[in-house]
């Protein structure tokens, strides 16, 4: 059975750091690009981050580049979002999701979700 769980949110200040986790069971992440994806009340739900399988190529939305970091451990079956510099307005429900469209040109995707976890950026 595929699943993905996410882990890692909670209540930062502005300007700090969190790191979110997506555990899978049932495949091996690397087999497949993997996305984050967020999605804030009365938005739509946004592609933040994807690493791609083969040579693990990441690619960022606009707004957190430079900020959140994808990375990947095989060992684990896990993939990462370090986020730093938190904004308020990086305060939504994040999901992983495979397999994903993972380019410069856009993140989408997936047909795997996990059940998403909170973040909230706030003093």
């Known amino acids: 059975q595929v699943q993905l769980v996410e882990s890692g949110g909670g209540l930062v200040q502005p300007g700090g750091s969190l790191r979110l986790s997506c555990a899978a069971s049932g495949f091996s992440l690397d087999e497949f690009a993997t996305g984050w994806f967020r999605q804030a009340p009365g938005k739509e739900r946004e592609g933040v981050s994807c690493i791609n399988s083969e040579f693990g190529t990441t690619y960022y939305a606009d707004s957190v580049k430079g900020r959140f970091t994808i990375s990947r451990d095989n060992a684990k079956n896990t993939v990462y979002l370090q986020m730093t510099s938190l904004k308020p307005e990086d305060t939504a429900v994040y999901y992983c999701?495979?397999?994903?469209?993972?380019?410069?040109?856009?993140?989408?995707?997936?047909?795997?979700w996990g059940q998403g976890t909170q973040v909230t950026v706030s003093s």
């Open positions: 999701a495979t397999p994903v469209s993972c380019s410069s040109e856009d993140i989408l995707g997936g047909d795997y």
